[in-house]
T-cell receptor
Framework: KAGVTQTPRYLIKTRGQQVTLSCSPI?????VSWYQQTPGQGLQFLFE???????NKGNFPGRFSGRQFSNSRSEMNVSTLELGDSALYLC???????????FGPGTRLTVL | SQQGEEDPQALSIQEGENATMNCSYK?????LQWYRQNSGRGLVHLIL?????REKHSGRLRVTLDTSKKSSSLLITASRAADTASYFC?????????????FGSGTRLQVQP
């Protein structure tokens, strides 16, 4: 099976802009989670989607949002970008009734 | 916020030696997972140990879990230069929902050839 894929791999934006990141889970996986990784805060959970519904949300402002499509692909959106949003954004997928989360290669977002 | 801390923060060893990393966490858990990350890339799943298990093996990896001490250790035996990476523990805790992993701060392992 192909692994989790994320696009784009690298992104440069300026403050105030918005950005959309995409994640395609492993075939058959219906759960997609998003994580942010920064040197200061480490790896932090953003949100999780299952069957197009957000099931769980981390402690992030409303500028961070996401959605999931019927084919389980997910997008996350960050509006009004701030310098502190510069991070590696990781997507993970999980099979039904399974505990292991499989991560994609990440999208490196730089906000100037 | 971080669930706990990993110890040591950095570890440098010679090829062939064993590497041991420790992870502590704060709350009760469903399971604990170990991941490897190479140079800011994606996380590679290594091993999962459930709260009712005490030890698990996978190839050169050995993981222990002590729920009374809220700690886990990852042992990599006969290390190789290719094992150079950051290693993270992640807990799946009831209070966060089964799908939100809480990560430790990571251990940076350098294996010298």
């Amino acid at each position: 099976k192909a692994g989790v894929t994320q696009t784009p791999r690298y992104l440069i934006k300026t403050r105030g802009q918005q950005v959309t990141l995409s994640c395609s889970p492993i075939s058959g996986h219906r759960s997609v989670s998003w994580y942010q990784q920064t040197p200061g805060q480490g790896l932090q959970f953003l949100f999780e989607y299952f069957s197009e519904t957000q099931r769980n949300k981390g402690n992030f402002p409303g500028r961070f949002s996401g959605r999931q499509f019927s084919n389980s692909r997910s997008e996350m959106n960050v509006s009004t970008l701030e310098l502190g949003d510069s991070a590696l954004y990781l997507c993970a997928s999980r099979g039904t009734a399974k505990d292991t989360q499989y991560f994609g290669p990440g999208t490196r977002l730089t906000v100037l | 916020s971080q669930q706990g801390e990993e110890d040591p923060q950095a570890l440098s060893i010679q090829e062939g030696e064993n590497a041991t990393m420790n992870c502590s966490y704060k709350t009760s858990i469903n399971n604990l997972q170990w991941y490897r990350q190479n140079s800011g890339r994606g996380l590679v799943h290594l091993i999962l140990i459930r709260s009712n298990e005490r030890e698990k093996h996978s190839g050169r990896l050995r993981v222990t879990l002590d729920t009374s001490k809220k700690s886990s250790s990852l042992l990599i035996t006969a290390s190789r230069a290719a094992d150079t990476a950051s290693y993270f523990c992640a807990t799946d805790a009831p209070h966060t929902g089964r799908r939100a992993l809480t990560f430790g701060s990571g251990t940076r392992l350098q294996v010298q050839p």
